[in-house]
């Protein structure tokens, strides 16, 4: 068997969420449970650090790594969904697992797949954590898919649990209301480890402190402890500019992150409390975290987050999806200077557009497009629904017909953004 008909099977055979949405998603832990058993509880070979949240999980997830790793550790990282390639999810300092691990672990556990028939993001975490161990890691920083308490990485028992923010997305699983999305994050804080909360929000401070005191975890509110401001400025290298005070201080730390979206603010102070938290034990740098920061593409293979894929025109992609991912990506925008705004856009087709398109701008002109998956909204529906919030332009079955297309219009002096769904930016990048 080939790696090309190693994804091939495990994409026939294995249901998927980010393929086919809610009919992927399953309730219970079972199959998880099950397959640690038949492999032996690899996870608890090594640390971990288990990172949930709505926002910024992704992001927050590969700087933890980054640093870990510029303080010499061999750091395992799990991720989802991937961009372009299926070994994305699984990387050891960096570095995807390789084509013929991934093939000889579906060789070698065929029947079990076959017999078991768990959902995709089941057995991927399986092979994560079974080849963290066989490596021999130190830590893995391992990212929560949907939610946190019925999630397939919920199994571990993390050293830090790490909840970045709650906002509105997969409400019709998770909750209608962010206390009920909260709650299902918070099963990811377990008995005695460190609890480490991003943003503080009214709505989901008490769902954390209690779970924090049924579990006797001590919970930090990053947001309280330290202050980070972005600069407008970027060094020579492209990156931005950062500071960062504990509070209630006034000394800075400064620094550089290649990551220019504006909400890298929290991360980032979230990031700074989580080592706070573990400096106890690991005793890591103020050095070492700086550079952990600015070397987060280098060393971790990170993509899609305000990353800018061309200049003449400017081209910025992100994988913001949500209405307050999205939100932070149009305020971002409207404060470039282009003569011409256009905008590369595609959703899945759960997407509550009613949340999202009065975010964006009406002056822009729209590419309205899908991407080639099952999930993706019809760009001819999308297009007609984004009229009602005024916005207007033409659709394009394809992601790369409607990439083009805004490409030979676009002046040099225009900006270019794709974005609205990861799969859109993953055939762009």
């Not at 697992?97 to 991934?102: L, Q």
């Not at 079974?130 to 130190?138: K, Q, S, Y």
């Not at 003569?339 to 590419?367: C, Q, S, T």
């Not at 760009?379 to 033409?394: N, P, Q, T, V």
Request: with cysteine; hydrophobic share 40%.
């Amino acid at each position: 068997m080939t790696y090309k008909q190693t994804i091939e099977f495990l994409y026939s055979q294995l249901p998927a969420y980010h393929r086919i949405g809610k009919a992927a998603y399953k309730d219970n832990l079972d199959n998880t449970e099950a397959l640690d058993e038949y492999f032996g509880h690899p996870h608890r070979k090594y640390w971990t650090i288990h990172v949930a949240g709505t926002n910024g999980k992704g992001s927050v997830s590969h700087l933890i790594a980054s640093v870990l790793q510029e303080a010499g550790f061999k750091t395992g990282l799990y991720t989802s969904p991937h961009l372009k390639d299926f070994r994305e999810r699984i990387r050891i300092n960096g570095k995807m697992i390789p084509k013929k691990e991934v093939t000889a672990f579906v060789r070698k556990h065929s029947g079990i797949i076959k017999t078991m028939a768990p959902s995709f993001f089941e057995m991927t975490v399986a092979m994560a954590f079974d080849h963290f161990a066989r490596e021999e890691v130190d830590y893995a920083v391992v990212e929560a898919g949907l939610g946190g308490r019925l999630d397939s990485t919920n199994i571990i028992s993390p050293v830090i649990s790490v909840i970045t923010n709650i906002g509105h997305d997969h409400m019709d699983l998770l909750g209608d209301n962010l206390e009920k999305i909260a709650c299902e994050k918070a099963g990811i804080i377990k008995k005695n480890p460190i609890t480490v909360i991003g943003e503080t929000q009214n709505e989901t401070k008490g769902v954390f402190i209690s779970r924090a005191a049924e579990t006797g975890s001590a919970i930090y509110f990053a947001d309280s402890n330290f202050l980070c401001q972005l600069d407008d400025s970027f060094s020579n290298e492209g990156e931005r500019c950062f500071s960062v005070r504990k509070l209630p201080g006034k000394e800075e730390i400064r620094g550089e992150i290649p990551l220019g979206g504006d909400y890298q603010q929290k991360n980032i102070q979230t990031l700074f409390q989580v080592f706070r938290c573990l400096g106890g034990s690991e005793s890591i740098s103020q050095t070492t975290l700086l550079d952990g920061i600015r070397k987060v593409v280098i060393n971790t293979g990170l993509m899609g987050r305000w990353q800018i894929i061309g200049r003449n025109p400017l081209i910025i992609c992100d994988t913001g999806h949500n209405m307050e991912g999205l939100s932070y990506v149009m305020q971002q925008i409207k404060r470039i200077q282009a003569d011409n705004l256009h905008i590369v856009l595609g959703f899945v087709a759960d997407k509550d557009l009613d949340r999202v398109l009065h975010l964006f701008p009406e002056h822009a002109e729209y590419y309205f497009t899908k991407a080639s998956i099952l999930r993706a909204l019809d760009e001819k529906i999308l297009r007609a629904r984004a009229s009602e919030y005024g916005l207007k332009g033409l659709s394009y079955p394809s992601v790369t017909e409607a990439f083009r297309a805004a490409r030979r219009k676009a002046s040099p002096a225009d900006l270019i953004f794709v974005g609205g769904s990861t799969f859109v930016v993953a055939e762009v990048i």
